[in-house]
């Protein structure tokens, strides 16, 4: 089976772009027209429809996992049985999402805050509510689709169906501002943007799956035995979050919303670093799952190093960036200047550049390595003594910064813990990776190479920060140590026969053209 690496990662890296910019241009369009309560409400419903995804239940970890180890190809009665009992789950919570929805909608003067607020105003409110609740309902069974395009290795058709209802999105949000329209009216067309998008994937998947049925009847035997996966993928997706957002809600409990804001602000970049690695490694489940099931642990274990070593060569040169140029950044695009985040930011950036390396690539292959289990337990005993040393110290009465650095530091050991103790030695044993090779491939060659780069970084920052303005300033470096981290990155971190891919993919591109 041919894998499209590159074609995956590229449009993911595309499509990630293009909701960026679409992120931006449709806040400034709802703030201009409907004005920032609306935007507010905006935000909220999609929080509400985000928040909605828990109820996956690990269920579409699953469907990916069973489509990636080739099940439709050996037996496609059970691989219907199997989606068909996912697409059934999904149905169930379909419903208690609806119910969910008619609570919230009856509710929704205290949900809003809409004391005093005009009947009228409410009474469309609810609407909103109600609407976006309903498509919610409407959408979520059909994420099993989007499951199953992944679990074939094909992100690269779901990239190019969201960029393109993207563009469409923005294109119906002009003309329906243009004619007067507001947020339902908004509401309503986005939903249908997303469904029309999952139902164009739901044809390629009945395409490239010969024999593939999907009906609403619940097998309880499968139910039962994939549950014990998706039960796991479920308790670990819950674990993340308490660790993505449980600083901002502890922090807020014990310090206040100062010391949130100074935690918020300093992390904002190293977690851009993270968005910015992500579209190569969502190709390592699925890939994992398929391997693992065709026992190609030599194979395997080739391309988890390789993505240890990519996920370095990103996760190195941004990290120089971030550590040596965190005020400048925190200033020229936040607009704050504060000693507190610049100090969270770099020592943050540490932590997550230790994440992408040896964690990342890890997990996913945890995962879907039959070792789903063991995967779980670690991110519980992570998250619980996060969470238990957060509160031991901040009850003691500390201060916003203070508050901050603890939260920090705390985070920062449990996650090295689970990482360094368990994870890491789990995945090497299982692969016989040697942990001397991946500190050579992923931390000492980098590194190395990158030197040139932080000298000229740092030469860059103690010569013009204050003297030129902070923009220009990072205008200069990126341009300067950005193509000299490439050109050196290129020499010594890529191999042989991975230069001679890039020389063929771009002699076949020039060829065509």
Known sequence: MKIPLLKNTFT???????????????????????????????????SFFCYALLLDFGMGAAAQKVTATGLWRNSIDRYNRTVSTILCTYLLMSLVIIIITLI???????????????????????????CSGFGAALIFPLGVITEIVVGLQKMYLRNYINIVSKVVELAGIIIIFALGGGLLTLLVFSLIIIGVGQLALLYCCYRDIPGLRLRITLDWIIFKE?????????????????WERGPAILLGAFCGLESVSTYLLGCRFPVMMIMFTGPYQENIAPLSALLHSHRKQSSLAAILLDSMRWNSFLATGLAIGVIIYSRVLIRALLGVESDAAVLISRITVVSVYLWLIFRFIPERYLLMAERHKFLAVAYIIDSVLFVLLSVLL?????????????????SILSRLFS????????????????????????????????????????????????????????CIAGLSCGPLYLFLAYRGMVSA???????KKIKKFWYKK
Not at 425 to 451: H, N, Q, W, Y
Request: proline fraction near 3%.
């Open 394 to 410: 901040l009850a003691a009465g500390v201060s916003a910064d203070t508050g901050a650095y603890i939260i920090m530091i705390t």
């Open 104 to 130: 919230g909608a009856y509710f929704v003067v205290d949900l809003l805050k809409l004391d005093g607020v005009d009947s009228g105003l409410v009474s469309y409110y609810r609407a909103c509510f109600i």
């Open 12 to 46: 993911n890296y595309i499509g990630m772009l293009v909701r960026l910019l679409q992120g931006v241009l449709i806040v400034r369009w709802i703030i201009a027209d409907l004005g920032e309560a609306q935007y507010g409400l905006w935000g909220l419903l999609w």
């Open 419 to 474: 990482t360094m103790a368990l994870i890491l030695p789990c995945m090497l044993k299982d692969t016989g990776l040697r942990l001397g090779a991946v500190l050579l491939e992923t931390v000492f060659r980098p590194l190395l190479f990158s030197i040139p780069v932080i000298l000229l970084a740092l030469a860059e920052y103690i010569l013009l920060v204050e003297r030129i303005n902070d923009f220009v300033l990072l």
């Open 226 to 242: 994939i549950f014990h996966f998706s039960g796991a993928a479920y308790i670990i997706s819950v674990m993340r979050m308490v």
């Open 497 to 503: 026969p991975e230069k001679a891919a890039v020389f």
